[in-house]
């Protein structure tokens, strides 16, 4: 079964940083891209970021770009968001979700709620 | 940026009843790179179809997908109580997009 587990996630203050760990289990982590995506309280899906099996390819929305850097850890089967120069507006739920092919998210963690607020 | 605008905002329908979703994109998407997911209060979202009609593993068969190029449809022959949710479109051209949602109530 698949298993994504997400954590790292609080409340910080702005201009401040934190790192988003997601723990994957039940699937083969290095063969798959993996992503993130954030939902605002309310508000619907945004993607975040995305990096493919052997991190040789990064994406970044442009909302993050500069600010937020997405690595992987193979061996630990484990997927990270660095996050730096917070803003009121990162405040979000982070999903983690697992990618098939490159395109498609087809699992996804329960999330991790980060608040920017002072 | 492809920009999907999905329509209507909400659908109030009764369970048995038909929906029917759209998702319209700002140019057009390549059929295999269209995707929609359901969401329901309190959980994360779930993938429904890929390739804008193919639908993914365990998803019934009351779902199903359609269209090509700019205009793309969500189907669910008839509603049952598990199917009042939000759902979403996305796609990947340069890069990645959801549309705003669809959220089908209960009438």
């Known amino acids: 079964e698949v298993q994504l587990v997400e954590s790292g996630g609080g409340l910080v203050q702005p201009g401040r940083s934190v790192r988003l760990s997601c723990a994957a289990s039940g699937f083969k982590f290095d063969d798959h891209a993996m992503h993130w995506v954030r939902q605002a309280p309310g508000k619907g899906l945004e993607w975040v970021s995305s990096?493919?099996?052997?991190?040789?390819?990064?994406e970044y929305a442009d909302s993050v770009k500069g600010r937020f850097t997405v690595s992987r850890d193979n061996a630990k089967n484990s997927l990270y968001l660095q996050m730096n120069s917070l803003r009121p507006e990162d405040t979000a739920l982070y999903y983690c979700?697992?990618?098939?092919?490159?395109?498609?998210?087809?699992?996804w963690g329960q999330g991790t709620l980060v608040t920017v607020s002072s | 940026e492809i920009v999907l605008t999905q329509s209507p905002g909400t659908l109030s329908l009764s369970p048995g009843e038909r929906a029917t979703l759209s998702c319209r994109a700002s140019q057009s998407v390549s059929s295999s790179l269209l995707a929609w997911y359901q969401q329901k209060p309190g959980q994360a979202p779930r993938l429904l179809i890929y390739g804008a009609s193919s639908r993914a593993t365990g998803i019934p068969d009351r779902f199903s997908g359609s269209g090509s190029g700019t205009d793309f449809t969500l189907t669910i022959s008839r509603l049952e109580p598990e199917d009042f949710a939000v759902y979403y479109c996305q796609q990947y051209g340069s890069s990645f997009t959801f549309g705003g949602g669809t959220k089908v109530e209960i009438k």
């Open positions: 990096i493919n099996w052997n991190s040789g390819s990064l």
């Open positions: 979700a697992k990618g098939r092919l490159w395109h498609l998210f087809d699992y």
